[in-house]
């Protein structure tokens, strides 16, 4: 068995602390203002979500040139990228601090957008979080293996670049018009597809749902979904310590754009505790680091580095 784990040699134990407790966690005294949910501000970064969503169509349109197009295509995939990690957010009750604009907002202005089945992902999810890398891990698929020879990983990546991977998640949710248990989902996911066409169609190109949304979302998306799920799990195993299960990677600016918005690439943190919010990751990624419990020895330097790591067997 392969593993991308670090060993135990390079996991200092030095908790509790005075803000961490024996697993990491926030005490509860500090955990109480992390937990704190800014409804004003998420309501302008969903918002904000949809104009970056929007924008590179209406620019492609209004440039009308075929470079605008081809650019808009390429941002579309990230558009992905930008709901479905609100998305999540909105999966954890993290987005808003009303349940009901919670779960409105997640699933009719997030979620079903991006063809995601907003309570079955919920569900889903949370067994995720409840036992990383477990018998039950519903994700085991994605991030089993690694490290694995770079001509298979390059083969996932070719498979999701060119609609074969866009394609396989398509027909599970076509064939769920046909079960009379999941038929109503799938409807309501294709009933918020249908109004995005047809806004589309009255921006004047009947074209462009098919190739500035549902080509993307197939292709680009596909890829960026990998290289951001395989940074967080790929490789690692189950175990009670988050640093064996959940990756550390260094944060940059590109990687932020286009891959792990709204601070989703402080992934350990968000395992070591799952009822923060975006918005406070970062603060407990810097205490987890000021007491030496994250170390640079396992820390990758960038997402190149780590995706090279995973591509080394």
């Not at 063809?115 to 067994?127: E, Q």
């Not at 293996?145 to 398509?170: E, H, M, Q």
């Not at 260094?250 to 992934?267: D, E, I, K």
């Not at 997402?303 to 090279?308: D, F, G, H, K, T």
Request: proline share 7%.
């Amino acid at each position: 068995m392969t593993t991308m784990a670090p060993s135990g040699d390079v996991l200092p134990e030095v908790l509790p602390s005075g803000r961490l407790g024996e697993s990491a966690r926030p005490v509860p005294s500090w955990r109480e203002s992390l937990r704190r949910i800014p409804d004003g501000r998420n309501v302008v970064t969903v918002v904000g979500a949809w104009v970056q969503v929007l924008g590179p169509v209406a620019a492609a349109v209004a440039i009308d040139r075929w470079w605008a197009y081809a650019a808009a295509f390429l941002l579309m995939s990230r558009a992905f990228v930008l709901l479905s990690i609100l998305g999540h957010e909105a999966a954890h009750r993290l987005l808003f601090s009303a349940r009901r604009s919670n779960d409105l907002v997640g699933r009719w202005l997030l979620a079903y957008p991006a063809f995601v089945p907003f309570d079955l992902y919920r569900r889903s999810h949370m067994a995720h979080h409840r036992d990383e890398l477990g018998p039950n891990e519903p994700d085991i698929g994605l991030y089993a293996r690694y490290p694995i020879p770079r001509s298979s990983f390059r083969r996932k990546l070719t498979r999701d670049a060119f609609f074969v991977s866009g394609w396989k998640n398509l027909k599970i949710l076509l064939a769920a018009l046909g079960k009379p248990s999941s038929r109503a989902l799938a409807l309501r996911i294709l009933s918020v597809q249908a109004v995005i066409a047809v806004v589309f169609g009255a921006v004047g190109h009947w074209w462009l749902y098919l190739a500035l949304w549902l080509a993307p979302y197939m292709t680009g998306w596909r890829v960026l979904n990998r290289l951001r799920a395989v940074a967080e799990h790929g490789g690692m195993v189950r175990s009670v310590d988050k640093r064996r299960t959940t990756h550390v990677v260094r944060q940059h600016p590109l990687a932020r754009f286009w891959m792990v918005p709204y601070n989703t690439g402080w992934h350990l943190a968000h395992h070591v505790d799952s009822g923060i919010p975006f918005r406070n990751l970062p603060a407990l990624h810097d205490e987890l680091v000021a007491t030496g419990w994250v170390t640079p020895d396992i820390e990758y330097p960038s997402y190149v580095a780590l995706w090279r790591a995973l591509a080394s067997g």
